[in-house]
């Protein structure tokens, strides 16, 4: 007799089929055949997270077939999961019809051998409904398909499709939360977010501003400082906040104009600014304003 899959059954499964969807999406970059592939992948993984959702929350009930009312070991179609699932959120981390789509998709790959040339929406579907099932399992339960990057950025960052997908996804969550989008400094795509907004393992927290192109990850409030740049006046200045050099200085870039510069670390306040800005020297001390300079001979006195 049939029975259904318990949480640890589901998350294996799910984790597999993106883990491979992600491999496929690489690959379809030189070899377009392998994007049908991808999606087929993705659609198994979407459709085994929203039933690990629904059984990691004790919910299982709410997704399975009924007969007589009394419920059955099996699940009720896709499309009903997806509906049902839906139906309980004002917002999501992908949306509704871009499944169905995938979902259709799918079965005419797989019943019909159709929908298998290349197509810059599906790959770029694909793409988004693996950070969909990123994001919904980080926020609901802290746990991440996604690691941190810690080396080098991954071939992934520099695949044209994966660029294009993670564009449209990052597009659209800061759409939808009106939040600032930074240049990565290690792979150049305008995909940073802060960590209020997207999680990843070893970077979780809103001091976090995370690449979701590469997953490099970098601490506000630890390695680095966010500053305005004394170029083009952005929020975007970014201080190598661990590596102080002679004289009080310390070296940043800007992710969104580029230009390189040294900052100086205020001996008063502990605030990095711009020497270009002005600044007082006083007693041996370098110092951001008049009034950092006056409490600092106070204090000397
Ligand atoms: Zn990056
Ligand atoms: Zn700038
Ligand atoms: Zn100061």
Redesign the pocket.
């Known amino acids: 007799m049939k029975c259904l899959p318990n949480e640890e059954q589901l998350k294996c499964g799910f984790i597999d089929f993106a883990q491979l969807a992600v491999e496929l999406i690489e690959r379809s970059e030189s070899n377009t055949k392998y994007l049908k592939f991808a999606a087929v992948n993705a659609q198994v993984a979407l459709e085994l997270f929203l039933k690990y959702i629904y059984t990691r929350n004790g919910k299982v009930t709410e997704i399975q077939r009924h007969k007589k009312a009394l419920p059955q070991n099996d699940f009720v179609e896709f499309a009903q999961i997806l509906n049902h699932y839906y139906s309980q959120r004002r917002w999501s981390y992908g949306a509704r019809r871009e499944f169905v789509s995938l979902m259709e998709t799918r079965n005419s790959i797989i019943h019909r051998a159709q929908k298998t040339e290349w197509d810059i929406e599906l790959a770029t579907s694909v793409v988004r409904t693996l950070f969909f099932i990123h994001s919904t399992w980080n926020s609901e339960f802290g746990e991440s398909l996604f690691e941190r990057s810690y080396g080098l ?1 991954n071939s992934l ?1 520099y695949n044209k499709v994966w660029r294009q997908g993670v564009d449209s996804f990052v597009d659209r969550l800061a759409g939808d939360h009106d939040t600032e989008v930074w240049t ?1 400094l ?2 150049s ?1 305008y ?2 977010v802060t960590g209020e907004f997207f999680g990843l393992n070893g970077a979780e927290g809103p001091e976090y501003l995370i ?1 979701l ?2 997953f ?1 990850s970098i601490n506000t409030e630890g390695e680095a400082r966010l500053i305005k740049c004394f170029e083009c006046h952005e929020e975007s200045f970014i201080v190598d906040a661990y590596n102080e050099q002679d004289l009080q200085f310390y070296v940043g870039k800007c992710s969104e104009c580029g230009v390189n510069g040294r900052v100086r670390l205020c001996r008063n306040c502990d605030e990095f600014y711009h020497p270009i800005n002005g600044e007082v020297f006083i007693e041996g001390n370098y110092c951001c304003s008049n009034e950092c300079a006056e409490c600092l001979s106070d204090e000397v006195v």
């Open positions: 950025p960052a990565c290690d792979c795509q995909t940073v690449c192109n590469c490099k």
